[in-house]
């Protein structure tokens, strides 16, 4: 069974910062195997993508409103991707998801393993 857990979410004034965790568990889960992304999905909208990071973390790719302002990191031997984001704006608002798959796309339906999410708010 494997189980991604999502951490850090939490109101954040705009202009602000939050660092979110992925933590990833599994007997027959081998977290280096896989490339891991995040996406995010606002109420009544789809869920959309936000980056993705390869599975050595050397190659990352970030959707357009995210560049430059959100940074994805992983840590192999924690089993532990991470996303920091900076300069927050209130679009930014959203429940955030990690999500690990076996080949490098923007698309939910690449992916196999879904965490639960964790709610970023940002206020104006």
């Known amino acids: 069974q494997v189980q991604l857990v999502e951490s850090g979410g939490g109101l954040v004034q705009a202009g602000g910062s939050l660092r979110l965790s992925c933590a990833a568990s599994?007997?027959?889960?081998?977290?280096?195997?896989?490339?891991m992304g995040w996406f995010r999905q606002a109420p009544g909208k789809e869920r959309e993508f936000v980056g993705v990071?390869?599975?050595?973390?050397?190659?990352?790719f970030y959707a357009d409103s995210v560049k430059g302002r959100f940074t994805i990191s992983r840590d192999n031997a924690k089993n532990t991707m991470y996303l920091q984001m900076n300069s927050l704006k209130p679009e930014d608002t959203a429940v955030y998801y990690c999500?690990?798959?076996?080949?490098?796309?923007?698309?939910?339906?690449?992916?196999?393993?879904w965490g639960q999410g964790t709610q970023v708010t940002v206020s104006s």
């Open positions: 599994g007997r027959t889960f081998t977290f280096g195997s896989y490339v």
């Open positions: 999500a690990a798959g076996r080949r490098w796309s923007s698309l939910p339906r690449h992916y196999d393993y």
């Open positions: 990071n390869t599975q050595t973390g050397v190659n990352t």
